[in-house]
């Protein structure tokens, strides 16, 4: 039983609610590191983030463990490495193209098998309610936690509120939408309201910003706005395609226009939320944190890769990580620290007034003396990427060197100081730091309990 963490804490150490900060999490669906106002202002334009990063820290070098929909929020989730949940895909409940479901001793399709995975990794299709999730870290240090939007680790049964959420709004067991307008999603009503034209997008903001100017409650909150954009379908906002339809560079490819006017939306979506924030008076008391899943479907330089191809690439893996503190972290300021949203359950624990020692087999660091000091995080062993859907299967990213690693027992290595956009394979010219990566690999595997998928034991 997870309720057992309770026991382990300290309440002469824990500090009263009224001195906790609110914590505020965007975590955005397949927004990619370079899609964004300040880092692309030709193609994107987020004035509100781009607020969000004059206001804290930007993070240069954030990751994602394991990039893809179900294994990101997972690893966000409970603070452990998609490997070590054994949930290395994106959920599946269906049998198309060859899927093959396990299926537990209460008849529940507990696993999938997918025909060109070429290790036959059997990946979870919902995260066990054994798990702590910083939801329930939190709850035991006084806070409410509220979810919004995108879930897809786990259908009825495994829902945020059977996870330590103590109210969702817009959960569905849909990896995406069907439309951003009504009808959202095939086969139930969710969020529909008769005659509404509402995009999904304002229609989840709306149900937040009320849910703030109606907030009367003395303790501390937790607001998870995990939203359903910028996946696919790419249906942008009517008003906000018009604004990018024309842009040069955009104008010739119709999705990516689509695209630019839903990354506009989320972006329109919290500065909403933030100057609701601010009218309530709680802005001055909350940590904002703001990242993605993974890479954009689409490839934008300067990063190879994106989410189908490439995936362990920069593109895919590098996601916006801007964390905002009011009196805390130093504003305005750029960290290159390499981070992973496997280190926000720990940060979140530490906030909160928590010790992050208590829960094991946490695969994150707290990033707290980060965010006061705007330090660079000493981290004693490399980051891990991993995914089993193709050969490419595994990253080491150890300073400024990377290794991608191979089914097939492949490898290539490249130094990000030097080669961002990872066009140069030095594998060959150096052999000894490619066996270093490797063995380290491999270590790090049989810590998972993934040896057996290896394409190096």
Request: charged residues 25%; glycine residues 8%.
């Amino acid at each position: 039983m997870k309720k057992w963490i309770a026991y382990f804490m300290i309440a002469a150490g824990v500090a009263m609610a009224a001195e906790k900060p609110n914590i505020v999490l965007f975590f955005v669906d397949d927004l990619g590191w370079n899609n964004l106002g300040y880092r692309n202002p030709d193609l994107f334009e987020t004035p509100n983030i781009d607020q969000l990063a004059k206001d804290g820290i930007d993070f240069q070098q954030g990751y994602v463990a394991g990039p893809v929909c179900s294994p990101s929020r997972a690893t966000l989730l409970t603070g452990k490495h998609p490997a070590r949940l054994k949930m290395v895909r994106h959920v599946r409940t269906d049998t198309k193209k060859g899927i093959q479901l396990i299926y537990d001793e209460q008849g529940r399709p507990s696993h999938h098998l997918l025909p060109t995975d070429p290790a036959r990794f059997p990946s979870k299709n919902w995260v066990d309610l054994e798990q702590v999730s910083y939801a329930e870290a939190l709850k035991e240090l006084g806070y409410y936690n509220l979810f919004l939007g995108k879930w897809h680790i786990g259908e009825e049964g495994f829902y945020p509120v059977d996870q330590g959420f103590d109210r969702q709004v817009g959960t569905t067991d849909h990896g995406s939408p069907n439309n951003y307008y009504p009808d959202y999603f095939r086969d139930t009503d969710i969020l529909d309201e008769a005659d509404s034209e509402t995009y999904l997008t304002d229609r989840l903001t709306d149900e937040l910003v009320t849910f703030i100017e109606g907030w009367d409650q003395k303790q501390p909150l937790m607001v998870s706005m995990w939203y359903y954009n910028v996946h696919s379908p790419n249906i942008g906002r009517k008003d906000l395609v018009r604004k990018f339809e024309n842009r040069p560079g955009l104008k010739d490819e119709p999705k990516r226009v689509q695209y630019a006017a839903q990354v506009a939306a989320v972006d329109e979506s919290i500065g909403r939320i933030r100057a609701a924030l601010e009218a309530k008076g709680m802005d001055k008391n909350t940590v904002i944190v703001f990242t993605s899943d993974q890479g954009s479907l689409y490839e934008w330089a300067p990063y190879r890769g994106g989410k189908r191809v490439d995936t362990l690439c920069e593109g895919g893996a590098r996601v916006p990580f801007i964390v905002s503190w009011p009196g805390v972290a130093p504003a305005g300021v750029r960290n290159d620290s390499i981070v992973q949203t496997a280190d926000l359950f720990p940060t979140f624990v530490e906030i909160a007034g928590g010790n992050p020692a208590v829960y094991p087999d946490l695969d994150g660091v707290s990033l707290l003396p980060v965010i006061r000091e705007n330090s660079t995080l000493k981290r004693n062993e490399p980051i891990y990427g991993y995914r089993a859907y193709e050969d490419l299967y595994a990253s080491v990213r150890e300073g400024d060197w990377k290794l991608l690693g191979y089914r097939s027992g492949k490898t290539a290595l490249y130094n990000l100081k030097t080669d961002r956009v990872e066009q140069n394979d030095l594998a060959a010219k150096n052999p000894e730091k490619v066996q270093e990566l490797v063995e380290k690999l491999k270590a790090w595997e049989k810590e998972m309990d993934v040896e057996q998928y290896s394409g190096f034991q």
